[in-house]
């Protein structure tokens, strides 16, 4: 099967693209790398006294702080307002002009992932939200081969897959500032880093609309 890796993206606010007719939001945030040094060391802090973190679904990583857009903290509300740039943008791309008569407030939920070398996710799909996203704190290093530590966005239509008309995986390198955002029902995984490739750090997150929203949680 053929792949397609993503272009750099450089900067907030970019259009989406398309992908099998799938919206995808590839953005390169803007100031991103002071964020993300506070960002970092909550999360190692935090994870470790997470008396919920868990490695369910994963392999070599952590899941925890599943309170992480509760946290009083500057980078995290700059964080929530990159969230509700990706919605706009992908809700505008979906709809047009007819975004504006979405009234529905939006509900997120977002957690931490640590991936220690080696560490992966299997295919999945977020199957309870309308959007879904992922932002790369720190990167590890692939080692510059191949697709260790990417993120792989998979073609939601099988029965392309089947007659070979699939443009393939559509990769997207993990790269520290960078936020990825895609419908919730797309299928996606993570590859494994190579053995030395050091630590990753991501905060995941799902959106879905909610009739009683009364502010972001
Ligand atoms: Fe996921």
Redesign the pocket.
Known sequence: MSSITAPARPGAGIKPMSAWKSPLYIADLPGAAEHNEVLRDLIVTRTMTDPEASNFGVISATKANQDILAWAHPAVDWFRGQIMNAVSALTAAVLGEAANEVTQGVIAEAWTVVYAEGGS?RP?T?HDSAW?G?YYVESGDGGGTGDAGYLQLLDPRPAAIAREASEGVYRVEPVPGRMVAFPGWLP?SVQATLTGGGRRICI?WNVAYDKDWTGMK
Do not use: K, M
Request: proline share 0%; glycine share 0%; charged share 0%.
């Open positions: 996710l999945h977020h879904s992922v996606h995941a």
